[in-house]
């Protein structure tokens, strides 16, 4: 589904850290090109608006005008106006951790996941202190991609951030499976930045210092990625956006903690054969680093 070809490595330190994962062999000589069209194997399983959406937002990808004004957007409105609604409740922490941005390579941000607005709030803060990359965050295809105000949304709330879109449906496992191999070949590209929830979706419980169990598909975007990972907790937020942004402008609402981390070493996973097993236990090493942010977080309050 995705094409590729073969250039230099890009350097610096936003493409490969120590304990960064390694690509799979296949794949270390290769970068991805243009977004392609869509598989024709796979056009019947997209209704007529998602094969739409997914055409428009694949075109903006491709280098050129339309990439470079998103980007812009992205890093200008795009954050300015969640900065204003979360400023004067956010306490943010440990950004001394994060490496200094490379342009030309990319960054995965994971996160915990009890609002909708985490890697909203979390990448916002990483705009304001130069984050210069364009920004995606796969997302569940309900509303985004299946209703008719859903593109409309995407674009104004994010500038087609949200993207590319994961199916529920069985049926359609190898388009979700196509979907994570495109995010990865677009890091491996370099020039993006791809927040992930580990857990998958969102928590709904009480207790913010626990999650739920780890999803392999972030850790086969980990894996054929081979960039640093930048984990980061965030408690506080609720999924009430009128209410969160209300609270936000009068420095009513409930506070906002941040911790940001230094980049997941995997280890040895990083040299594992590329399995669903090893893919889970990335992932669950993401949540292992959050985890320990978030007991920082409790600390610090």
């Not at 937020?237 to 209410?243: C, I, P, R």
């Not at 420095?251 to 996973?269: C, E, N, Q, S």
Request: a positive charge; glycine letters at 10%; hydrophobic letters at 40%.
């Amino acid at each position: 589904m995705i094409a590729l070809h073969k250039r230099s490595r890009p350097r610096g330190l936003a493409n490969r850290v120590a304990g960064a994962p390694g690509l799979d062999r296949a794949d270390s000589d290769r970068d991805a090109g243009d977004p392609p069209e869509i598989h024709a194997d796979w056009e019947a399983e997209l209704s007529r608006l998602e094969r739409a959406q997914i055409r428009f937002i694949r075109a903006t990808l491709r280098r050129g005008l339309a990439d470079r004004t998103i980007r812009v957007l992205q890093r200008t409105v795009g954050q300015w106006w969640i900065r204003v609604a979360t400023a004067r409740l956010s306490q943010v922490h440990g950004l001394d951790r994060v490496p200094p941005w490379d342009p030309a390579g990319s960054v995965i941000l994971v996160a915990n996941h009890r609002s909708f607005f985490d890697l909203y709030v979390t990448t916002a803060e990483l705009v304001a202190r130069g984050l210069p990359h364009r920004i995606l965050f796969p997302v569940r295809s309900t509303f985004f991609y299946d209703h008719p105000l859903g593109p409309f949304v995407n674009g104004l709330m994010s500038f087609f951030a949200m993207y590319p879109p994961i199916f529920r449906e069985r049926k359609r496992a190898a388009l979700n499976l196509a979907s994570l191999d495109e995010v990865a070949a677009l890091l491996r590209r370099g020039g993006f930045f791809v927040g992930l929830h580990p857990e998958g979706t969102r928590k709904k419980d009480d207790d913010p210092y626990s999650f739920l169990p780890a999803q392999s598909g972030v850790g086969r975007i980990i894996r054929k990625a081979g960039v640093p990972v930048i984990p980061v907790f965030v408690n506080g937020l609720g999924n009430d956006l009128a209410g969160q942004v209300r609270g936000g402008l009068a420095g009513t609402g409930r506070p906002v903690h941040i911790v940001f981390g230094a980049p997941i070493d995997f280890g040895g996973l990083a040299r594992a054969p590329a399995s669903p097993r090893t893919y889970r236990q990335i992932a669950e090493k993401c949540l292992d680093a959050i985890g320990q942010l978030g007991q920082e977080e409790k600390s610090l309050r």
